[in-house]
């Protein structure tokens, strides 16, 4: 009953740091999300993949890359963290127009 | 482009009291709508959806009608336990099969016992 597994659930970095957020999936979905949520504003998509080998830009990709390594994973990066980046990161999988969420990443940009 | 507007928060409101959450979008074309719901330190999890017009989408009490003629798809319950304490999110989606959804910025219920 894993679902969608994110790793890490916290992390503080520096401003300038780089750092990759995890996901895995096992529910053998195509699609995959990493959306950010802040007060406010609800949730954003940063980046998609529809399918293995296949990512697109979401509504506010700057400042990330994504690399669907596989079908069950789809991996988030920072490669110069800035305090605008702080946020909570959800991943997510879809299945017949449902989104099945991870319990989100806790990042904080000193 | 597409955008969901929902009632802004927070609400609090004593159990068993009548809930309405209510949630209005812009789209082009036919969009499927969806409430989903956040509980504390949790990812967010579909609480329920309608892919047409006049459907009707339910789940644990809640109910939420897509008005096409409103564009609006509020959320609602007879009576509220503490236990639907959460963040509720509106979305749609018009890519139906490779859905971006967008969401609306949430609500924050609180019940009080």
């Known amino acids: 009953n894993a679902g969608v597994t994110q790793t890490p659930k916290f992390q503080v970095l520096k401003t300038g740091q780089s750092m990759t957020l995890q996901c895995a999936q096992d529910?053998?979905?195509?699609?995959m999300y990493w959306y950010r949520q802040d007060p406010g504003m609800g949730l954003r998509l940063i980046y998609y993949?529809?399918?293995?080998?296949?990512?697109d830009k979401g509504e506010v990709p700057n400042g990330y890359n994504v690399s669907r390594l596989n079908k069950r994973e789809f991996s988030l990066r920072l490669e110069s963290a800035a305090p605008s980046q702080t946020s909570v990161y959800f991943c997510?999988?879809?299945?017949?127009?449902?989104?099945?969420f991870g319990e989100g990443s806790r990042l904080t940009v000193l | 482009g597409n955008s969901v507007t929902q009632m802004e928060g927070p609400v609090t409101l004593s159990e068993e009291a009548f809930l309405t959450i209510n949630c209005t979008y812009t789209?082009?074309?036919?969009?499927?709508l969806f409430w989903y719901v956040q509980y504390p330190g949790e990812g967010l999890q579909l609480l329920l959806k309608?892919?047409?017009?006049?459907d009707k989408g339910s789940n644990k009490g809640f109910e939420a009608t897509y008005r096409k003629e409103t564009t609006s798809f509020h959320l609602e319950k007879g009576s509220v336990q503490v236990s639907d304490s959460a963040v509720y999110f509106c979305?749609?989606?018009?890519?139906?099969?490779?859905?971006?959804?967008?969401f609306g910025t949430g609500t924050r219920l609180t019940i009080i016992p």
């Open positions: 997510a999988s879809l299945r017949a127009g449902e989104l099945f």
């Open positions: 993949s529809a399918s293995e080998g296949t990512t």
């Open positions: 789209a082009t074309g036919y969009p499927s």
């Open positions: 309608a892919t047409k017009a006049d």
């Open positions: 529910m053998n979905h195509n699609s």
């Open positions: 979305a749609l989606s018009t890519n139906f099969g490779n859905e971006k959804l967008t």
